[in-house]
């Protein structure tokens, strides 16, 4: 179950990131010391490996 969650999670932060454009991924590109390049796929990907920019314990308890 907590499998499921998390993956649930992961898809949410997805959606979510996908509804921004590229100027407004950056930001949060900067904010981890990721790079800017790439196609807008690539920094999704990115930012999701790197996970949301909020402990993991409030990215938790946000989304249930």
């Not at 950056?26 to 390049?37: A, D, E, M, Q, T």
């Amino acid at each position: 179950k907590k499998e499921q969650m998390i993956k649930m999670l992961v898809m949410s932060y997805q959606n979510e990131l996908s509804c921004l454009t590229v100027a407004q991924l950056r930001p949060k590109l900067r904010r981890r010391n990721l790079s800017l390049k790439g196609t807008k796929k690539d920094i999704i990907r990115r930012l999701v490996e790197a996970g949301p920019d909020m402990p993991k314990k409030a990215w938790i308890h946000e989304s249930l």
